[in-house]
T-cell receptor, first 115, second 110 residues
């Protein structure tokens, strides 16, 4: 199993540009989520999904869109990038018949800089 | 969600035991206590989860007193590679919105 994969690892955008951060998992997990982590801070939940076709907002959803067309993929779209979105973005997945939602598996992260 | 309080940082030396206490005075009956570890430039990694008394795995032990208003993560005989940020999370086992605070930065020195 590759676990949770994220692409790209690094990205630099100009203000106003849009882009999609990719996230995929091969563990057949129902739950997937996106977090952002700013320097010296904990993780803040952006959006999450409890299954294909079902998404909901987290703590800081403004400026981001998500969709979940398959169990495996959960892309995060930045609609119009702003310098305040400079951060490290982590995707996570969890829950199968033998695991709880609380035991999340995280990807390696995408480091995004918006100029 | 129950609010948690944990120390901002802790220093230790190789071979020592590190104990990190997390306070969660408003913990609810159906809340579990979960700990994560995060190394620099990596995503967090699940360490351990418990509800009451003591839980032990190959990485750590989790001690939870009867009133469950606090919990202590114990890392036995730490090494330099245990330098990381440790997060305490409290919420139901089926919580979709786990909240990560600032965590405790543990620095292990030679």
């Amino acid at each position: 199993n590759a676990g949770v994969t994220q692409t790209p690892k690094f990205q630099v955008l100009k203000t106003g540009q849009s882009m999609t951060l990719q996230c995929a998992q091969d563990m057949n997990h129902e739950y997937m989520s996106w977090y952002r982590q700013d320097p010296g801070m904990g993780l803040r939940l952006i959006h999450y999904s409890v299954g294909a076709g079902i998404t909901d907002q987290g703590e800081v959803p403004n400026g981001y869109n998500v969709s979940r067309s398959t169990t495996e993929d959960f892309p995060l779209r930045l609609l119009s990038a702003a310098p305040s979105q400079t951060s490290v973005y982590f995707c996570a997945s969890s829950y199968s018949r033998h695991r709880s939602y609380n035991e999340q598996f995280f990807g390696p992260g995408t480091r995004l800089t918006v100029l | 969600l129950a609010k948690t309080t944990q120390p901002i940082s802790m220093d230790s030396y190789e071979g020592q035991e590190v104990n990190i206490t997390c306070s969660h005075n408003n913990i609810a009956t159906n809340d579990y206590i979960t700990w994560y570890q995060q190394f620099p430039s990596q995503g967090p990694r699940f360490i351990i989860q418990g509800y009451k008394t003591k839980v032990t795995n190959e990485v750590a032990s989790l001690f939870i007193p009867a009133d469950r208003k606090s919990s202590t993560l114990s890392l036995p005989r730490v090494s330099l590679s245990d330098t990381a940020v440790y997060y305490c999370l409290v919420g139901p086992d089926n919580d979709y919105k786990l909240s990560f605070g600032a965590g405790t930065t543990v620095t292990v020195r030679a």
